[in-house]
């Protein structure tokens, strides 16, 4: 009964942990995704500096 009830509290802690990485991600992914698109503008604008000023 004792392993029983460890390999509950084990899942349990497992959902809770789980549940967590979802909601951080859930809530902060349109801030990370506007983050990535920022940089990946700034970049393609500078790459196409360059290829002009050459």
């Known amino acids: 009964m ?3 009830t460890g390999e509950l ?3 349990v802690i497992t959902l809770i942990a ?3 990485v979802l909601a951080f991600f859930w809530f902060m992914w349109p801030s990370i995704q506007n983050s990535i698109n920022a940089q990946w ?4 604008s500078g790459a196409a500096m ?3 000023d050459r």
Not at 41 to 44: A, F, K, P, V
């Open 41 to 44: 503008d700034n970049i393609n």
């Open 18 to 20: 789980i549940a967590a």
């Open 2 to 4: 004792k392993a029983a």
């Open 50 to 52: 360059v290829v002009i």
């Open 9 to 11: 509290n084990l899942t």
